[in-house]
Structures are given as structure tokens and as C-alpha cells.
């Protein structure tokens, strides 16, 4: 069932609401949209509660590729990569699988669930350090399937995940999110929940895999940590928070499980704060959400841990039972209106699983042997700690051949930004990560994060731009917010999950015609390219005279086995790279890609 809710600005809270429940729709979700918001100040202020749930594992063409005004599968600058087998040139939608014979070219490919609806709990991909380093190789892209299988190039439609569109119809949709790190689950998660993996290995890291989060476990058996959680610096700065999870069915996603001081809290042991044993490590569930919200005990900050079942992680989730769990979210945060009406409740991925994504991550430059300098690019702003250059205690991944990458940023994920100051179906496109919430609770609770590292500082949105606090009750929005219950049923009796196999001969993806809002973006960026014939020499220079500092991502169509160049430009910032073109007769053919659909091509 869904409800057209173009009417419930007009007609308020009673008549929106009242058609609302005729057509069926639970009250709850009719409430998001219908509730405004409680306007103060007009500004970040007005927030008194943020929400946080972090799902498992989908990557953002897996989900929203097809969907209309996003940067998709209508991308009109794809990345080129390396000839296929065939010779012919190509870009990053299609791909090489070499571990078949005779090797296989591979694209994204539908997962129609209206034919098969066991595809909606397909089989889930690789998902660890040297698979996604694989994958991304340094920015090539080239041979995706080989890390990754074939099935990770499968996507679905708004036919198929009708929810997930219509949140992102509804409120505001990132298209330039990305997981913090080029691996899986745990290492992501503490970029959330602390902003770092401990890369100078002071206190537990580098962390590149999982580990055991057992609690009653003794702590020798795998890798601790004892760097301090923000959830800690909030508490000292006396800001409310709390975890709500079953703690029995968390999936191993509550990333504090592995801290010593939250450890040594859970056995009660002197000197330890039984203050993290109750808010992080004790169940509350979403039951015990909503009654909060109704007793006026929701906390400034709460992050939501959900059940395996309502990940939706491949396997033991999908996309539908990760539908209904939203939904029983915004059910319990939107039980008061008051409530809702000053709360922000962010939806974010930890990771992409191994589903693919076409945009190149924006990341520091990669170690390069032969290049000036040693890296293949340059950056105004200090990338220390962006590097992978210490053992990773307790990784099985942790490879000689990958020592020394960036650690990110990996590919994106979805991210719905749901309030009331974000209501309209906008699109917010500012590059962003895992450290992007902690700088929007930094901005709203001015508790600060030292672990956040400056380049991602530097390159990664604080989010506030996804919300429009000063009239956000003059925004129009039209949505369609389905039941989720029986197609959550038919997805959990699927009995095995399926491995779908890319076509033999794969189709470009096609995305929805029109448009879409755009919220503001704080680029303004600029690249030239100067030639001196006579010296056989190119030079690009890159200008970000905006408020965030950008990645321009530099491919040379004439080298594609090269590695790409990465430049990251401060705020208000110029930097220059020079192309020796002797070998090539002089020719050049630079393909340049930044921020909010940034591309210029020098060719010559």
C-alpha cells in the first residue's frame, strides 16, 4: 500500500495524516513527512536529537544506480579503463573477469525480482582488505568481478527495493558518500563510532579486518582497542547518548564490543565506568526506542544497532527486511511528533560488500616507485595517517602487496538523511564519509573529535548542508512510503540464496529520465592545462577556491595501465602536475573527474 502525501504540507498534520490512513499507510510513516519542523533559531540548533542506523553492505549503483537526477548510470564521464580482450577501448561499466576462459566482459546487470524474487536474498560477495584493494586497484577499476565475482555487478530497481526509493523520494539521498576504508564491516564502523582505525598503531591497530567482539571472551584472544570511542567524549562533555540493540542478535556490528574500557566496564571491574556497560552494552531494543520517544527520554545521540535479520546484509538480510526494520525506526522516533520535529535520523552503509560502484573513491595519492616524489599526485593538505604502513595485528589480509595504499576512501554506499529539514527529495553531493556524522555532531554539540584525520577533515562534508534549517516547512515533497511487513515475510522464507550469473553479453544500465534537487555544495574548482610544445611538457593546474577541499582524479588515456594521479586541493588552494609527453610524440589525453560531477579533458 502507499499514500500520495502532496497534500499534507497543505493540509497540515490532521487532513495529510487522516488520508494517510485511509489508504493505509501505517500512521508512523505518514508522520515523517506530515510533522514540520519545530522552528527556533532557523539553524543547526534546532536539532535536539540524532539518530544513527548503520546498515550492512550495499554499494549505491547496487541500490540507486537506475534512480532519476543522481550520479548513476547516466554518468556522463565514466572512468576509461584498459582495453578488454577484444582490444577495443572501454570504460568502467564494462568490466574484464580473467578467472573464466576465454576471459569474459561483464556490466551491471538487473536483478529483476518481479520475475525471481529470491533474488531479492541473493548471496553476498567478498568483502575484506585484499579483495577490495583488489577491486579498486589504486583507482583502475579495470577487473572488478576478478575480486569481487560476477554477481557483484547485479543492481536493482526501483521496482524492486520500492522502500528504499521512496525515503530517498521523500527526504535526501547522498550520492557522494563512501565507506572510510577499502575493506569490511568492523574497520568501517570505527571510523563511526571513533573516526579512526588507529593507524600509527598506539593503541590496538591498524585495523584493516574484523575480529571476535565476543564479550565474555578473554581479551588476549584477539586484538583490542584503547583509543577513545566519541561516544566517550560526549559523556564528558555531558551530552546524552545511548546504543539501542538486542545485544544477544546485534550481528557483531556494535564496534565497542572490541574497546578495553567498555570491556572491562562489562565485567564491572574497579576503576571501569559502569556508565558504557549500561548505555552501549546492555539491550534496548526498538520497542524500548519508542517508549522512549514517548517519555520524552530520547537522547541527544543514539545509535541504532540492528538485528541480522534487519541489516540488510546479504544472506541472512536483504533489501526488503532491511525495509521493514527502517521502518519500524521511523515508527518508534516519529511515535511524538514534538519528538520528531527536532530530530535528525541519518541511514548510512558501513560498507559496500563487494558490490560494485563506478565512481573512483577520492582518496591521497598512491605510492608510486617511479613517479616524482613517490606518489602518483600530490596534496596541499598533510594525508598523515592515511596510509596503511604498520602490521595490522590479528589480520589474515594483511598482504606485503597492499602495504603502503591509502586506506580510503572506499566505494559509496546509500545514506538517507531523514527529518524534517530534510524533507523533498533532494540530492546532497558533497563528498563524505564515516567521520561526516561525527563532524555534524561536532557542529551541533561542538564536542571534537581529535581523531579525525586532517585530510578527511579537509575533504569529507560535515553534512550540514543536506538540511535547509532556515524554512525547511516551505519545501513541497511528494512520496509514496509502502507497507514493508509481507514482502519482509516472503524474503525470510526464501529458503537458500540464490548466486545470479551476469549476462553473456551485458547492456550499458539505463537510469530514469528527469531530475532531481540539488541541495548547495560548497566547490567551486577549476582545472587548466598549459602545453609547451617545445619542451615536450604538460602541466595542469587544479584550483578549489570553495569552502572543502577536492580530489581531482587524473586518467591518461594514452596509459591506462598507469596508475591514476590523485590531487587533493585545500580549501582556497592551487596545485600543479606536470606530464613528461616525449614518449608519445608529444600527444597528451588527461581525463579529469572531481567533485559534484567535475570533469574537464585535455586532449591534444
Not at 563 to 573: D, S
Amino acid at each position: 500500500m502507499s499514500v500520495d502525501r502532496r497534500s499534507l504540507l497543505a493540509g497540515g498534520l490532521a487532513g495529510g495524516l487522516g488520508a494517510a490512513l485511509a489508504a493505509g499507510l501505517p500512521a508512523s510513516l505518514a508522520r515523517a513527512l506530515s510533522i514540520p519542523a519545530d522552528v527556533r533559531k532557523g539553524t543547526i540548533e534546532d536539532v535536539a536529537h540524532v539518530v544513527i542506523l548503520m546498515q550492512e553492505n550495499r554499494s549505491f549503483d547496487h541500490y540507486f544506480g537506475a534512480l532519476a537526477g543522481v550520479r548513476g548510470f547516466g554518468d556522463p564521464h565514466p572512468i576509461p579503463v584498459a582495453s578488454g580482450p577484444d582490444g577495443a577501448p572501454r570504460d568502467v561499466w564494462t568490466q574484464v573477469d580473467r578467472t573464466v576462459q576465454p576471459a569474459a566482459e561483464v556490466g551491471p546487470f538487473h536483478l529483476a525480482t518481479t520475475a525471481d524474487f529470491d533474488l531479492m536474498r541473493m548471496e553476498g560477495t567478498p568483502h575484506h582488505w585484499p579483495d577490495a584493494q583488489a577491486a579498486w586497484d589504486q583507482g583502475r577499476m579495470a577487473h572488478w568481478p576478478e575480486a569481487k565475482t560476477q554477481r557483484a555487478l547485479g543492481y536493482y530497481r526501483r521496482e524492486d527495493i520500492p522502500f528504499q526509493y521512496a525515503m530517498a523520494e521523500a527526504f535526501t539521498l547522498c550520492d557522494a558518500y563512501h565507506c572510510s576504508v577499502q575493506t569490511g564491516t568492523n574497520t568501517n564502523r570505527l571510523f563511526l563510532f571513533s573516526g579512526t582505525n588507529d593507524p600509527h598503531g598506539r593503541a590496538g591497530g591498524p585495523v584493516i579486518d574484523n575480529v571476535d567482539d565476543d564479550l565474555n571472551k578473554p581479551d588476549a584472544d584477539q586484538p583490542r582497542y584503547d583509543w577513545t570511542t566519541y561516544a566517550e567524549r560526549l559523556q564528558a562533555a555531558g551530552i546524552d547518548w545511548r546504543h539501542y540493540q538486542n545485544l544477544a542478535d546485534n550481528f557483531g556490528d556494535n564496534p565497542v564490543q572490541n574497546f578495553m574500557a567498555y570491556r572491562r566496564a562489562w565485567r564491572g571491574e574497579p576503576g571501569s565506568d559502569p556508565a558504557l556497560k549500561e548505555r552501549a552494552l546492555s539491550t534496548r531494543d526498538l520497542d524500548q526506542l519508542k517508549a522512549d520517544v514517548l517519555a520524552g527520554r530520547l537522547p541527544q545521540v543514539s545509535w541504532i544497532i540492528g538485528t541480522a535479520e534487519g541489516s540488510e546484509h546479504p544472506g541472512p538480510s536483504s533489501p526488503a527486511q532491511g525495509a521493514d526494520y527502517m521502518s519500524r525506526v521511523i515508527d518508534a522516533l516519529t511515535a511524538d511528533p514534538a519528538v520528531w520535529a527536532r530530530t535528525v535520523l541519518f541511514i548510512n552503509f558501513d560498507e559496500n560488500d563487494g558490490f560494485f560502484d563506478h565512481v573512483p573513491p577520492p582518496a591521497p595519492p598512491s605510492p608510486d616507485a617511479d613517479a616524482p616524489g613517490g606518489f602518483a599526485g600530490a596534496s596541499t593538505v598533510s594525508t598523515e595517517g592515511e596510509y596503511h604502513r604498520l602490521p595490522a595485528p590479528g589480520a589474515d589480509g594483511d598482504e606485503a602487496q597492499f602495504r603502503g595504499r591509502p586506506y580510503g576512501l572506499g566505494p559509496r554506499g546509500p545514506v538517507y538523511v531523514l527529518s524534517p529539514w530534510s524533507r523533498g527529495g533532494f540530492v546532497h553531493s558533497e563528498v563524505a564519509d564515516h567521520t561526516s556524522v561525527i563532524r555534524f555532531l561536532e557542529r551541533r554539540f561542538g564536542v571534537m573529535e581529535p581523531n579525525i584525520s586532517p585530510w578527511r577533515r579537509a575533504v569529507c562534508s560535515d553534512l550540514t548542508t543536506a538540511f535547509d534549517f532556515a524554512t525547511p516547512n516551505q519545501t513541497p515533497f511528494v512520496d509514496h512510503l509502502p507497507e514493508t511487513a509481507e514482502v519482509r515475510a516472503r524474503a525470510a522464507a526464501i529458503p537458500e540464496q540464490p548466486s545470479p550469473t551476469a549476462p553473456v553479453r551485458p547492456a550499458r544500465p539505463v537510469q530514469e529520465p528527469g531530475q532531481r534537487p540539488m541541495r548547495p555544495h560548497r566547490y567551486r574548482l577549476q582545472a587548466h592545462c598549459d602545453v609547451d610544445a617545445a619542451a615536450a611538457r604538460a602541466e595542469l593546474t587544479f584550483v578549489s577556491q570553495g569552502d572543502l577541499a577536492a580530489v581531482f582524479h587524473v586518467y591518461d588515456r594514452l596509459h591506462l595501465d598507469r596508475l591514476p594521479r590523485r590531487y587533493t586541493v585545500g580549501a582556497g588552494g592551487r596545485l600543479t602536475g606536470a606530464w613528461d609527453l616525449s614518449a608519445d610524440g608529444g600527444r597528451y589525453d588527461l581525463w579529469v573527474l572531481g567533485p559534484a560531477g567535475f570533469h574537464a579533458h585535455f586532449v591534444g
